[in-house]
C-alpha cells in the first residue's frame, strides 16, 4: 500500500497523514469545522480562541494516530481536503481519552458534552456487536475543491487501508509507523455521525448502513446549543452510519 498517489490524472495526490502533513491538515479541519461542523457551530466554537486551541490540540491528537488521510492539490502544494479517523475500542482506552480531561473553556465542555450525550443515547458498539471501531471525527474539503468527489475518495481510501489492518495485512513498513496503541488494534466497524447531506450521501455510496437517527431538535436539547447550525433547513435527521469491516 501506498503513502502516496496521484488521481485525476495527477492533478491531486491522496496520502495517508504523516507528521510531515500535521500542520496543515490540523489547520484545515479547524477552519472548516469551526463554521460549518454542527457541534462545533451549535456550541459557538469560533467566538473563543480558548476552545479553537483546544480543537486542534484534539485533531492534532486523531491525526497522530497515523489512519487519517489527505488530498493535495499538485500545482499549488496545498492540503484541499483530509479526513480525520480515530479508533475507539470498548475494552481499552488510548491516549486520545486524555485531551478530554483537559478541556477548560466553556464551549468546548458543551460540545464535549453533547458527543458524550449523543453515545450515550445509542450504543453502536451493542448494537453491531463490536468492541473496536474507527470513527471518522472530521472530514472537510476546501470551498474551491468541492463537488470534485474528494470526500468519497478519502473515505474509501481510509476504509481500504482499516481493512487490512482488520485483517493484519498492513505493509510491516507502515505498520511500524502508527504508535503501538494503534497498532495492536483490529478495528471490526467504521462509523460516521453525519450532520450534512453530502455525508449522508458519500456513506451510503460507499455502503454504509444507517442504523439510527437523530432529529437535530433532540441534539440541540442534548447539547444545551447557543447557536444556530443552518444545516437543519435542508436535514430533519443526523445519521449514524456503519460498515462492518469485513
Known amino acids: 500500500m501506498k503513502d502516496c498517489f496521484g488521481i485525476f ?14 500542520d496543515e491538515v490540523e489547520e484545515l479541519l479547524v477552519n472548516i469545522s469551526v463554521n460549518h461542523e454542527f457541534g462545533c457551530v451549535i456550541t459557538n466554537l469560533k467566538d473563543s480562541p480558548l476552545a479553537i486551541a483546544e ?32 479508533i475507539f475500542n470498548t475494552k481499552r482506552k ?3 481519552y486524555d485531551a478530554g480531561t ?6 468546548m465542555m458543551k460540545y464535549i458534552e453533547l458527543w458524550d450525550a449523543v453515545d450515550e ?14 470513527d471518522v471525527e472530521y472530514m ?9 468527489g474528494l470526500g468519497q475518495i478519502l473515505c474509501q ?19 511500524a509507523q502508527l504508535p503501538e496503541e494503534i497498532q495492536i488494534e483490529r ?37 444545551g446549543a447557543i447557536a444556530e447550525f443552518s444545516g437543519e433547513r435542508a436535514l430533519a435527521y443526523a445519521e449514524l452510519q456503519v460498515r462492518l469491516l469485513d
Not at 490524472?9 to 500535521?22: K, P
Not at 483537559?102 to 464551549?107: A, H, V
Not at 481510501?157 to 505498520?175: A, C, I, N, W, Y
Not at 454504509?208 to 447539547?223: D, G
Open 9 to 22: 490524472d495527477g492533478e491531486f495526490e491522496v496520502l495517508r497523514v504523516t507528521s510531515q502533513f500535521y
Open 55 to 86: 480543537l486542534s490540540d484534539r485533531i492534532r491528537r486523531i491525526i497522530s494516530q497515523g489512519i487519517s488521510y489527505a488530498i493535495r492539490h499538485v500545482e499549488s502544494g496545498r492540503i484541499v481536503a483530509a479526513i480525520a479517523n480515530t
Open 94 to 96: 488510548s491516549s486520545y
Open 102 to 107: 483537559q478541556i477548560k473553556s466553556p464551549n
Open 121 to 134: 443515547s445509542f450504543d453502536v458498539n451493542k448494537h453491531c456487536q463490536v468492541d473496536s471501531t474507527v
Open 140 to 148: 472537510g474539503t476546501l470551498p474551491e475543491f468541492r463537488r470534485r
Open 157 to 175: 481510501q481510509s476504509m481500504d487501508f482499516l481493512r487490512l489492518m482488520t485483517h493484519g495485512k498492513l505493509p510491516l513498513e507502515v505498520l
Open 187 to 223: 478495528p471490526q466497524a467504521v462509523v460516521a455521525i453525519s450532520t450534512s447531506q453530502s455525508s449522508q450521501i458519500i456513506g451510503r455510496q460507499l455502503g454504509m448502513e444507517t442504523i439510527h437517527r437523530w432529529r437535530f431538535s433532540e441534539l440541540w436539547s442534548l447539547s
